[in-house]
């Protein structure tokens, strides 16, 4: 499984920015997806996860509200759309890949044993 993140930039607080990444195949039924930021001297945190089934999905309590993550089976493509960027959100976002039931969504980085290189996000306020 290849994982690769796109999308990220600099933007304006309060900007919109939707993060992409592309999957080598047709995984999303066999792992549940999920978004990890990660700035410098801090672990990474959990963002955004989505289950297997696509049914189930979490946020952490600092972007509920404001990001949505999605998965197009299609293109084999996990997004995150991210609302009223904040400068707290900048930082590499990372996507990766968990082989969990299929409507659990794990938010502990240990359960994804896939992962994408990282998008760099920039907010400037």
């Known amino acids: 499984v290849q994982l690769q993140a796109s999308g990220g930039g600099l933007v304006q607080a309060g900007d919109f920015l939707r993060l992409s990444c592309a999957a080598s195949?047709?995984?999303?039924?066999?792992?549940?997806m999920g978004w990890f930021r990660q700035t410098p001297g801090k672990e990474r945190e959990f963002v955004a996860g989505?289950?297997?089934?696509?049914?189930?999905?979490a946020y952490a309590d600092a972007v509920k509200g404001r990001f949505t993550i999605s998965s197009d089976n299609a293109k084999n493509t996990l997004y995150l759309q991210m609302y009223s960027l904040k400068p707290g959100d900048a930082a590499v976002y990372y996507c990766?890949?968990?082989?969990?039931?299929?409507?659990?969504?794990?938010?502990?980085?240990?359960?994804?044993?896939?992962w994408g290189q990282g998008t760099q996000v920039t907010v400037s306020s």
């Open positions: 195949g047709r995984i999303f039924s066999a792992f549940a």
């Open positions: 990766a890949a968990a082989p969990v039931q299929v409507n659990y969504v794990p938010r502990n980085g240990f359960e994804y044993v896939h």
């Open positions: 989505i289950s297997r089934s696509g049914g189930s999905t």
